[in-house]
């Protein structure tokens, strides 16, 4: 299989718990992202890597979320003292580095969060 | 205003029938548009891009642009069941990588 996976799928934890979910993009895209998505919304977007260099960020990232691409291959995305609000299904996309603004995104399965 | 709307639904058509989905958007330099298809529980699919005003076919999917008026469509021809999903619109806005998505219709084809 060589689409986006993420691990891992399903996450329960307790409120105030720390947690990390990882992505592995496709093989040859330079660009990874972060969206988060609740039950009956579009996906939002939190964060966007270029190889290793984290190039965009949103509001909604606050400070206690953190993400890394330290080689400029996988990501993780890390939620420390989640809260109840925190529950939504993570999603991880990648796609290849082209000319303007042509690339096209591609979603892996997503990580459901719920905080207890 | 939200920056890319799409009415909820849900949209129900017979099989066989075309299912027309709308988006409009607030950002007027956007550039790039895309259609993606998501079942039930499951992320979402792209089906479609399109840059350039005007229509763009892919099997039974058209994509139409008017960047005049900040809308765009997608059409399904020859509806099938497993079509019904949740449709989303996705907007890629003026000096950004990250998609803006909407809320997504839920087109459903009845048998």
């Known amino acids: 299989d060589t689409g986006v996976s993420q691990d891992p799928r399903h996450k329960i934890t307790k409120r105030g718990q720390n947690v990390t979910f990882r992505c592995d993009p496709i093989s040859e895209h330079n660009r990874l992202y972060w969206y988060r998505q609740t039950l009956g919304q579009g996906p939002e977007f939190l964060t966007y890597?270029?190889?290793?260099?984290?190039?965009?960020k949103s509001r909604l990232l606050s400070d206690r979320f953190s993400a890394e691409r330290p080689k400029g291959s996988f990501s993780t995305l890390e939620i420390q003292r989640t809260e109840q609000g925190d529950s939504a299904m993570y999603l991880c996309a990648s796609s290849p580095q082209t000319s303007g603004n042509t690339d096209t995104q591609y979603f892996g399965p997503g990580t459901r969060l719920t905080v207890l | 205003q939200k920056e890319v709307e799409q009415n909820s639904g849900p949209l129900s058509v017979p099989e066989g029938a075309i299912a027309s989905l709308n988006c409009t958007y607030s950002d007027r330099g956007s550039q790039s548009f895309f259609w993606y298809r998501q079942y039930s529980g499951k992320s979402p699919e792209l089906i479609m891009f399109i840059y350039s005003n005007g229509d763009k076919e892919d099997g039974r999917f058209t994509a139409q642009l008017n960047k005049a008026s900040q809308y765009v469509s997608l059409l399904i021809r020859d509806s099938q069941p497993s079509d019904s999903a949740t449709y989303l619109c996705?907007?890629?806005?003026?000096?950004?990588?990250?998609?803006?998505f909407g809320s997504g219709t839920r087109l459903q084809v009845q048998p």
């Open positions: 890597f270029q190889n290793e260099a984290q190039l965009e």
């Open positions: 996705a907007v890629r806005g003026t000096g950004r990588r990250a998609l803006t």
